[in-house]
């Protein structure tokens, strides 16, 4: 596997990390809703409520994970072991999920500042997000890794999250009316999502030193 800023297997890292931000989620809903209803500004105001939430899960997962490299070199092994089986697990749920739901533009003006504190709760009540960087980030890792490749990896995450949100707010209201009138699409590119998780599960499970 290839290494590139500390990072193990850095090419499946970055597809990892845009293939999470692929998957719909309350972010993504939070962000489109933002946008179909309010305009670029509001989308950009959930877009930072997002990251912030994400954020402040990212640090306090790093900082656990630091301690546990440190530590125990056989804990952080059964970290990996459970990450993958967590990439699995969520797959096999976007293949059984089901599709539903619509993005309601016809409400009232609401300002930048309450789109970002709803983002930002969206994040920070969503259980899902620590666990995902708990058992994400020790999949790219060796026990000995410095604590400077935890930072680029958060660096990476928020970067990508960015250009990916960010993406969506420049096309939101067309992505909306698009998922309306193609729920098959939705459901299609979900299923995608789902298999390409158990794939890297499955690989990253196997690839594990």
Known sequence: MTSLFGIQDYASFVAAILIFQMVPGPGTIAILNATARNGVRAG???V????CGDFVYMVAAVAGLAAILQANAFVFQAL????????VWMGV?????????SIDVDVPQRSAASHFRQAFAVSLTNPKVILFFVSFFPLFLRPGAAAATLGMMMLHVTVLSLLYQGLLVVVGNRVAGALRG????????TRIAGVALIGFGIRLATGNR
């Open 182 to 189: 193609y729920p098959s699409a939705r459901r299609l590119a």
């Open 80 to 87: 990996q072991w459970f990450g993958a089986g967590y990439l």
């Open 93 to 101: 749920g976007l293949l059984r999920r089901r599709m539903s739901g």
């Open 44 to 46: 950009a105001a959930a």
């Open 48 to 51: 930072l409520g997002t990251l």
